[in-house]
């Protein structure tokens, strides 16, 4: 089913935006309060000034040696009537050693009208690709085990990014890169470290105090990658054309939780796009922007 092309912009950002987030617990210190093992965050992405995409993120540690998180997303509004997509993502793992994050299954549902599309990517806890399961609305399910070329010693975007969180929270550096195997393609995510920055609570995000600001690449190693740059990728160079590569402000909210995003910034030929956080909540700590007070 073709979608409005004057769309799919949108729908690649909010997309990309969910692999630009997530995170375990840091090793910096001991806390008797256990309540920073789970942290629930609310998000508004912003184009031309347009609330454009909503979406919620939770990040559970609770589980001893085991990392969870989910995030959902789905446009609204004037985009919402135009291009009814919804989508979910969710990694879970082991947590081995300090600077180790396993996945065993990584999931994304996209929803688009009336079809559902489901891919699993199923790991073994050594790191080895077991397969790739897709399910459809109106087909059957279709199972693969890619070339492992392009699943050695990969793992998940949202996995990568873990670690990069936790050196933020452990380090105050969001430097890092990883292998990624997206199911189609193999490709290195890379984090690179910018500044620290002040951040002020607005009417639009929540949270206020020290971040570290962070640009985030794809770089296409193998695969299929098209000649010319699409979806994300496009977006990604339509940004480096400006002077303005995709950017993440992260910051450790509550004392001894790993670090999550707080704001992102993409530039694309559109306008800029804006992800910003509007509530958090870890246990009894809950911040609000001003705008939902």
């Not at 959902?72 to 919804?86: F, K, M, N, V, Y």
């Not at 990969?154 to 452990?170: F, G, M, P, S």
């Not at 796009?273 to 009894?284: A, D, L, N, T, V």
């Amino acid at each position: 089913m073709a979608r409005p092309s004057k769309h799919r912009v949108f729908l690649s950002v909010s997309l990309v935006i969910t692999a630009m987030m997530i995170s375990p617990q840091s090793t910096t210190a001991e806390s008797k309060n256990k309540d920073f093992l789970l942290q629930k965050m609310n998000f508004d992405v912003y184009a031309g000034g347009l609330h454009a995409v909503k979406a919620n993120m939770t990040l559970d540690y609770s589980q001893y040696g085991r990392y969870k998180i989910f995030f959902e997303a789905e446009t609204r509004g004037l985009l919402g009537s135009l291009a009814p997509w919804s989508g979910s993502f969710e990694s879970t793992g082991w947590v081995m050693g300090q600077d180790k994050r396993q996945p065993e299954l990584h999931e994304s549902i996209a929803i688009w009208r009336d079809e559902k599309e489901v891919k699993s990517y199923n790991y073994k806890r050594n790191g080895t690709f077991k397969n790739l399961v897709t399910q459809y609305t109106h087909k059957k399910p279709r199972v693969e085990e890619p070339d492992p070329e392009l699943t050695k010693n990969t793992t998940d975007a949202l996995t990568a990014t873990i670690l990069v969180l936790e050196k933020v929270a452990n380090s105050g550096e969001c430097e890092g890169s990883s292998a990624v195997f997206d199911g189609k393609r193999r490709y290195e995510l890379i984090f690179r470290h910018q500044r620290q920055v002040m951040l002020e609570r607005t009417r639009y995000n929540a949270y206020s105090g020290p971040a570290i600001e962070c640009t985030v690449e794809v770089v296409p190693i193998a695969g299929a990658w098209h000649k010319k740059p699409r979806g994300w990728l496009s977006i990604q160079e339509q940004g480096r054309d400006r002077g303005m590569m995709p950017t993440v402000w992260i910051a450790q909210v509550t004392p001894y939780a790993v670090a999550v995003p707080v704001r992102v910034r993409v530039r694309t030929a559109y306008g800029t796009m804006f992800m910003h956080m509007s509530r958090y909540q870890s246990g009894h700590d809950v911040i609000e922007a001003s705008y939902q007070k």
